[in-house]
């Protein structure tokens, strides 16, 4: 069988050397034992980096052909950056699994991802077990999403971040969706196929800052929400029925205020609603334009990467 796996790197120099050293004694040890054919190869994608990283990543290449680089024309974000090497991968391997460069995820489960693999499974979800490495914030913030986007009727797994292995099956299922704004975490239980699941303890990262700040924190909520549910739209109609029938209420509370001769100047009750509906609509609209605006975006069909370099 034959293994790639894809880690998407941005400016990573200060942890890629280390993740580098650990990939290579861990497939070594799974070729020695012949889990995985020799063919088996390390796929790092440089998104962009400002830094070193694709330097270090062309030597790492030179001394070994274990290790393939694959660079794209800039930054591009974690989840295109992650397809682009799946992309290139998926006509070259039996199986990919996909982890960041970070070390936070335990890279010993990659043993019982292929062995489910072995066993059937044709995506192999790795789980963490808790969260103790994370910050408060992030513990919360991400517990939340979890929340909204089960509610909202996204089918995703809890505590699974992009460390998976896919089958090159489930890999050529995963090139039909052609969507622009990705989230693959959303995208890969919709594939279907037999399905495992992995867990292991996720370590803090091995050295430099996260590259997920709270902005592209959120901007990744939104896709993941907007990509995958239309269940803030039903919101909105939701709402517009809901006001519409408070509005019958007023209707007839005030045709019987005229008529008992009570008519009050009634200036705070006619500014409350306006700024009340008011806001609702600026809202309404604004979830609305966030769907029309991706809808454009997918409109275009502009290509999610573009290849500068491939190392292979
Ligand atoms: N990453 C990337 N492009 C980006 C941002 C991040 O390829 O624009 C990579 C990054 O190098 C790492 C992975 O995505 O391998 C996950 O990022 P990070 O560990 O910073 O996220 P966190 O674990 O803090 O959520
Ligand atoms: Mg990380």
């Given at each position: 069988m034959i293994l790639y796996v894809v880690v998407p790197c941005y400016n990573e120099e200060d942890v890629l050397p280390e993740t580098a050293k650990r990939l290579r004694s861990k497939m070594n040890d799974l070729t020695g034992r012949g889990v995985i054919s020799e063919e088996s190869r390390?796929?790092?994608?440089?998104?962009?980096?400002?830094?070193?990283t694709w330097n270090i990543i062309r030597k790492l290449h030179e001394e070994n052909p274990l290790f393939q680089g694959l660079s794209l024309s800039r930054n591009?974000?974690?989840?295109?950056?992650?397809?682009?090497?799946?992309?290139t991968a998926k006509d070259k391997c039996d199986a990919c699994i996909s982890m960041d460069a970070d070390l936070q995820d335990d890279i010993n489960a990659m043993d019982e991802?292929?062995?489910?693999?072995t066993d059937g499974c044709d995506v192999v979800y790795g789980i963490r077990n808790h969260r103790d490495a994370d910050s408060f914030f992030k513990?919360?913030?991400?517990?939340?999403?979890y929340r909204v986007m089960n509610w909202m009727g996204v089918q995703m797994v809890s505590n699974h971040a992009d460390y998976r292995l896919m089958s090159r099956?489930?890999?050529?299922g995963l090139a039909e969706f052609r969507e622009v704004n990705l989230f693959l975490r959303g995208i890969v239980p919709m594939i279907g196929y037999k399905a495992g699941e992995v867990?292991?303890?996720r370590a803090e990262r091995f050295a430099g800052e996260s590259k997920y700040p709270f902005n592209k924190m959120m901007a990744f909520a939104m896709d993941g929400i907007t990509s995958c549910s239309i269940v803030p739209i039903r919101m909105i109609t939701s709402l517009g029925v809901a006001v519409f029938f408070i509005s019958i209420v007023f209707l007839i509370w005030g045709i019987v205020q005229r008529f008992r001769g009570v008519t009050v100047p009634g200036w705070s009750s006619v500014i409350v609603s306006i700024w009340a509906i008011g806001g609702l609509i600026l809202l309404a609209l604004g979830v609305l334009g966030e769907y029309i605006g991706r809808i454009y975006l997918e409109t275009k069909g502009r290509p999610r990467f573009l290849i500068?370099?491939?190392?292979?």
């Open positions: 390390v796929l790092f994608v440089n998104d962009g980096s400002k830094d070193d591009r974000g974690h989840q295109n950056a992650l397809l682009a090497g799946l992309m991802m292929i062995e489910q693999y513990r919360s913030t991400a517990i939340l999403f099956r489930a890999l050529n867990y292991y303890d500068d370099e491939y190392l292979s």
